[in-house]
């Protein structure tokens, strides 16, 4: 199980993962957590406190906006959900970290120096 949330490179791949998930629907932080564990099948864990600095960043760049909610008489739960630009970055995170693990892939498994050995 990796833990997410440390280095630059998982933080964005958590950026990834976030606004990934926000498309699918309106999340709060520890729904965000719980369901990047759950859907990566064990995977991908974060804490809470990893999470919200990527969120925060999020906001500031205009890709994701919160939202007060009321739950119950007193608890106030913060919701947040893809803004039109964050729909944006997330096409161009997604292709960007297709092409990264697949040159990774290529060069761990040496494909495409088998391939130019050939020519």
Excluded at 52 to 76: D, F, N
């Amino acid at each position: 199980m990796a833990d997410v949330g440390q280095s630059g490179f998982q933080r964005g791949v958590m950026s990834l993962v976030i606004l990934a998930l926000l498309k699918k629907e309106d999340m709060y932080g520890y729904q965000l957590v719980q369901q990047t564990s759950r859907l990566s099948g064990g995977r991908l864990n974060t804490q809470e406190g990893s999470l919200y600095p990527v969120l925060y960043k999020l906001q500031e760049q205009g890709l994701i906006r919160a939202r007060r909610v009321l739950v119950g008489k007193r608890m106030t739960r913060v919701y947040y959900s893809l803004e039109p630009a964050g729909e944006r970055r997330l096409l161009e995170l997604t292709q960007e970290y297709e092409n990264v693990t697949r040159g990774v892939f290529e060069i761990i498994h040496g494909k495409r120096g088998a391939e130019n050995e050939n020519e």
